[in-house]
Nanobody
Framework: QVQLVESGGGLVQAGGSLRLSCAASGRTFSSYAMGWFRQAPGKECEFVAAISWSGGSTYYADSVKGRFTISRDNAKNTVYLQMNSLKPEDTAVYYC???????????????WGQGTQVTVSS
């Protein structure tokens, strides 16, 4: 089992940057694929990015490709989401998730953090 805690959210102007972090407990972090999802008010949970256990494979939603970068540091039990060129439509609660296999749908992930709010002003 793994526990996840996100941090790094906040308020930023359009065009700005934020880096989200997700710290995981447990000694088996390196065996988990990790994903980032987001949910805006009144909308469904949306895939953002995912990374394999080794970091060798990454996946992105079309809406963030070229602007966001997912990475991980297995020595620090942490996964990151670097978000550049932020847009107002990126405003949402961002969640990290973990599972034994990488996926792009929320139901494919067993473990979730509590979320961190990202607000992008125009």
């Amino acid at each position: 089992q793994v526990q996840l805690v996100e941090s790094g959210g906040g308020l930023v102007q359009a065009g700005g940057s934020l880096r989200l972090s997700c710290a995981a407990s447990g000694r088996t972090f390196s065996s988990y694929a990790m994903g980032w999802f987001r949910q805006a008010p009144g909308k469904e949970c949306e895939f953002v990015a995912a990374i394999s256990w080794s970091g060798g494979s990454t996946y992105y939603a079309d809406s963030v490709k070229g602007r966001f970068t997912i990475s991980r540091d297995n020595a620090k039990n942490t996964v990151y989401l670097q978000m550049n060129s932020l847009k107002p439509e990126d405003t949402a609660v961002y969640y990290c998730a973990a599972d034994g296999r990488v996926g792009v749908r929320p139901h494919e992930y067993d473990y979730w953090g509590q979320g961190t709010q990202v607000t992008v002003s125009s």
